[in-house]
């Protein structure tokens, strides 16, 4: 509940203005990143109903983002 909390407040306040826009950019990369894994996809899909509907519907569009979990970092390293 609190990860998505975290990055929930920093969206609302990005929208308000009352934090840099470059703040929230910084972090979305990160939070899209784990959010797409399918432990958090599962947890949002149960409690999404818990959030602020403009973050909801932020979170329901397709994001893109080629940063790698580090789940997906260990993977390639134990691929080789």
């Known amino acids: 509940y609190s990860f998505f909390k975290v990055f929930e407040n920093i969206y609302l306040h990005q929208l308000d203005k009352s934090v840099e826009s470059s703040v929230w950019e910084n972090n979305y990369k990160i939070f899209i990143t784990y959010f797409r894994t ?43």
């Open 38 to 80: 399918p432990g958090l996809q599962f947890y949002w899909n149960e409690r999404k109903g818990m959030f602020d509907p403009r973050f909801v519907s932020f979170l329901e569009i397709d994001h893109d983002s080629s940063m790698k979990s580090g789940q997906n970092i260990i993977d390639d390293i134990n691929a080789d």
